[in-house]
């Protein structure tokens, strides 16, 4: 089964329940995603160890600091053997091409992505911390910006991923939660697409969830996302990137 666009999100609250989950699937059907809340329970060595089990690891800590910081963690990331990190755009050009250059002396080179504008924000929270002006105008600023730096692609919203895929062409990676497959629950997830849908809007790789984590048989539910994905990729060309 090819699950190589497909992100599960590891979002546990100890490295015990993320390995009861990973124990349940395989790496062929998909890459996992570990977020702020299991990195800080679980931490640097169950990245290595999910690594070590065969997993493409997305390590999703959102860097943004000083160039010299974001530069020596993006190194850090890659020596545990992340496959994909993120560096949030609003770090600046300095920082972007720090990351980006601290990951091109790795031997095994991981995507890097850049997050633009939290898909949670609603357009008054954007103004009230100084970004003014439409939302998309700005997720498509910083998305140049990343492009720019030499970024490998940038988190965005599925809704985003046409307008953004009309100005940037593969391999820029799209990567897109807020999926939700055909029937499922939203959750506190607002503005969501299916899998097919957000192949089509021209996203790469889909992050979900709570959908799989959360599913009594999460390796059911991943094979009928993936043949949701193939299903959508039969109508289009585009081959993925990394
Ligand atoms: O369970 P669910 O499918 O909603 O999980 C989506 C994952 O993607 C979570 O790890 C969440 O933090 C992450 N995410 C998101 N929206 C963003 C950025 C990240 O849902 N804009």
Not at 102 to 113: C, G
Not at 169 to 185: E, K, Y
Not at 212 to 218: I, K, L, S, W
Request: glycine fraction near 8%.
């Amino acid at each position: 089964m090819d699950g190589s666009r497909l992100i599960v999100a590891l979002d546990f609250a100890t490295a015990d329940e993320a390995r009861a989950f990973v124990a349940r699937v395989t790496p062929a059907q998909c890459r996992v995603k570990v977020g702020l809340e299991l990195f800080t329970v679980a931490g640097p060595a169950f990245v290595t160890e999910l690594a070590e089990r065969g997993f493409d690891v997305f390590l999703d800590l959102k860097f943004h600091d000083i160039p010299n910081t974001v530069a020596q963690a993006c190194s850090r990331a890659a020596g545990l053997g992340a496959w994909m990190l993120n560096v949030h755009t609003l770090g600046g050009r300095r920082m972007l091409e720090a990351a980006r250059e601290a990951i091109d002396k790795v031997s095994r080179r991981p995507l890097l992505i850049g997050v633009t504008v939290l898909t949670s924000h609603e357009a008054h929270e954007v103004e009230e911390v100084g970004l003014s002006g439409d939302l998309g105008a700005q997720v498509e600023r910083l998305t140049a910006l990343a492009a720019d730096t030499g970024l490998d692609g940038v988190v965005c919203s599925p809704l985003e991923a046409e307008r953004l895929r009309r100005r940037f062409s593969a391999p820029f990676a799209l990567v897109t939660p807020g999926i939700r497959p055909t029937g499922s629950d939203r959750q506190d997830q607002r503005r969501t697409l299916t899998p097919a849908e957000a192949i089509a809007q021209g996203a790469d790789y889909l992050v979900v969830g709570r959908p799989v984590t959360r599913a009594p048989d999460p390796s059911a539910v991943l094979g009928a996302i993936v043949q949701e994905i193939r299903t959508a990729e039969g109508r289009q060309s585009r081959k993925i990137p990394g």
